[in-house]
Every structure is written in structure tokens, then in C-alpha cells.
């Protein structure tokens, strides 16, 4: 009997371990410098992700990868694997978000009042997807900063890495 505990033990123990080591990626935070548009920005990620890059003529975006599917990027504010979430919280939001902001100032100063309303320099938009992971798009100026695919108890540490933009 006595041997069976100590058997039960030394697995409880080793689950433990197991647990927590995998946790460890997440916990362990990395200072990622990206340029984009000439501006070399810098951001602390949890540990642990795949680096992908993806450009067209005129957009780029880095994605960090993690082994259960979350993402954090940043990049062009028209490149973000956000889209379909945004376009689920409204079609005004949606239409703001991606806005061709000197298109509309130009059609504003030709019409002599302003009839369309301006995207902010900053807009932060978040939500949770029909799974229930959460997501988060924020553009500030120029560029696309954000998150996809993460679990409620991993909120506020994308959050961190995402207001750790420099």
C-alpha cells in the first residue's frame, strides 16, 4: 500500500513538472526588434513562437507563431489575420479599420465639409472568435500591431506584449 502512494506521488509530482515546464515558454519573455517603413520598432513576446513574414508591393507583416495557434503581429494596417474578426463586430468598424484615410480627407476637402469621418491614429478593436479565443487588432499611425487565436488565461500577457510596442 505504502508503495502505491509513493508511486502516486512521484506521478503527481512528475505531471506537475511537465506542466509547468511547458508553461515556461509562455512566462519567459523575448525583446523582438521588426523595421517596418524605415522605423525599427521593438516588443517583448512571450518565448517560444516560429517567425513568418509575408509582403505584397506595398504591405508587410511578421507573424510569431506559438505551438497552440496564437499568433502576435504587426506590419501593414491592411495585412492583418484579423480581418475576418473585425468584419464580424460591425460593418462600420469594419469599414473605419480599413479605410483609405487620404482618400477620405481628399474626398472630404473637395466636398468642403466633412461627410466621412476619419480613422483615429489610433483604434483598438478586440473580440472573441466563435471558439471562443480571444483576439485583438490596434493600429497606431502607420502601423498594425495584434493577436489572434488566445486562450482567456493567457490575456494578459499578450495584452503586455502588445502595449510593450516601442
Same mark, same amino acid.
Given at each position: ?16 513538472? +511537465? ?22 520598432? !521593438? ?12 509582403? !505584397? ?22 495585412? !492583418? ?21 487620404? +482618400? ?10 466633412? +461627410? ?48 510593450? +510596442?516601442?
Amino acid at each position: 500500500m505504502l508503495k502505491l502512494i509513493r508511486m502516486k506521488v512521484k506521478y503527481i509530482i512528475l505531471l506537475f513538472y +511537465l506542466f509547468f515546464s511547458s508553461c515556461g515558454s509562455f512566462t519567459e519573455l523575448r525583446k523582438v526588434n521588426y523595421e517596418f517603413e524605415n522605423i525599427n520598432y !521593438t516588443i517583448k513576446v512571450p518565448k517560444g513562437y516560429e517567425w513568418f513574414e509575408y509582403s !505584397t508591393i506595398e504591405e508587410n507583416m511578421v507573424q510569431l507563431m506559438y505551438s497552440d495557434s496564437s499568433c502576435i503581429y504587426l506590419g501593414s494596417p491592411d495585412m !492583418t489575420p484579423n480581418k475576418t474578426n473585425i468584419k464580424s463586430v460591425n460593418d462600420s468598424i469594419y469599414s473605419l479599420r480599413f479605410q483609405n484615410s487620404f +482618400l477620405a480627407e481628399d474626398v472630404n476637402k473637395s466636398l468642403g465639409f466633412k +461627410l466621412i469621418t476619419i480613422r483615429p491614429d489610433t483604434l483598438d478593436i478586440a473580440g472573441q472568435d466563435s471558439v471562443g479565443l480571444l483576439w485583438r487588432d490596434v493600429i497606431i499611425r502607420d502601423i498594425c500591431v495584434g493577436y489572434k487565436n488566445v486562450k482567456k488565461s493567457n490575456k494578459l500577457l499578450f495584452d503586455n506584449a502588445i502595449n510593450s +510596442l516601442r
